[in-house]
């Protein structure tokens, strides 16, 4: 693996799933794996879990840890080719990818989408210009477009709990005060895709996502009808795509509830916004999973760290 830039990089599930629970008992087995060689991380948007559960997952693997918040405390980038830098950009993406990679090994990059112009947060102008300029493994931290590491903790989490092979798993859209990007319901729903899981989509009529990434996954949008005997309820909200970046629902009936949630189990990402997205009583409860997929990105990231050591051979 060059990359880990989407869950298309993954080329076998069922062996990286075997690996995490591998790292997952002993974390510290190949402690010695990555001395000598430097992580940089470097962050365009606010992180909590991505930061440090990926920074863990390095020192568990006996590299040096660099991090960065290039919004606020690099240089401001150009991206475009042959542009005259005659205005607020310092830098131009080509030298500043080109010198990371003098002082990294390996470089994660964390750059969300402005959900103002569909166009632009699809061409993911600052992961890709990364990608092309950089001379070391690049691994996303969530881009416009995609979040594989959380995809990969939700998987493993999913895989810890489940009771049958084939348990149904609802995504559901909840209401969400501010426009947010699809990245995650995207990497969810492929990486779902790729674990051939029973899995059904709800959410409020003008909310489908990109159909590309969806594909045949039907799609319910009676929340309460979706939800009768799911195993999982991955709970996210995101803004339109069609209309994209509008927030046209508030709706508090879309919440996620104790009652609603029966018998589920109840998954987010996290950060999550109480009695907004869900009410106290399912994040207070024992059906909620939400911590254990934060540790399980430690896990997700140590995974994805080891394999590019290892097949990079750097
Ligand atoms: N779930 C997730 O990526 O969390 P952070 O935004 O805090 O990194």
Redesign the pocket.
Same mark, same amino acid.
């Given at each position: 693996m060059k990359n880990y830039l989407t869950t298309k990089d993954i080329d076998s599930l069922p062996q990286w799933l075997s690996d995490a629970f591998k790292i997952k008992q002993n974390p510290l087995a190949n402690n010695k794996l990555g001395l000598n060689k430097t992580l940089g991380l470097f962050f365009f948007n606010?992180? $909590?879990?991505?930061?440090l559960s990926t920074q863990k997952a390095a020192i568990n693997l006996g590299m040096d840890v660099m991090i960065m918040n290039f919004g606020e405390e690099g240089w401001a980038l150009e991206y475009k080719d042959g542009s005259i830098m005659d205005k607020g950009s310092a830098e131009h993406v080509k030298e500043a990818a080109q010198v990371l990679s003098q002082y990294c090994d390996i470089i994660g990059i964390r750059a969300f989408a402005g959900l103002n112009n569909k166009k632009l947060d699809e061409e993911e102008l600052i992961l890709n210009s990364f990608k092309k300029y950089t001379t070391v493994p690049v691994i996303n931290m969530?881009s416009s477009l995609s979040?594989p590491l959380?995809a990969l903790a939700d998987v493993i989490t999913i895989t810890e709990h489940k009771k049958n092979v084939s348990p149904k798993i609802v995504l559901s859209w909840a209401p969400h005060p501010r426009a947010l990007p699809h990245a995650?319901a995207n990497s969810f729903v492929k990486m779902m895709h790729l674990n051939k899981a029973d899995l059904l989509i709800t959410h409020p009529a003008g909310y489908e996502l990109d159909h590309r990434i969806t594909m045949n996954t039907p799609i319910e949008y009676n929340q309460e009808k979706a939800l009768e005997n799911a195993d999982f309820v991955y709970v996210k909200n995101w803004s339109s795509y069609n209309d994209y970046g509008m927030v046209m629902n508030t709706s508090p009936n879309w919440m996620i509830t104790s009652k609603k949630l029966d018998q589920a189990k109840f998954m987010h990402? $996290?950060?999550v916004r109480r009695n907004v997205v869900v009410e106290d009583s399912v994040l207070d409860g024992n059906q909620s999973l939400v911590i254990e997929q934060a540790n399980n990105?430690t896990y997700a990231a140590q995974l994805v760290l080891q394999k590019l050591l290892e097949d990079q051979r750097i």
């Open positions: 606010n992180s $909590l879990r991505t930061r969530e979040h959380q995650v990402c $996290l950060p990105r």
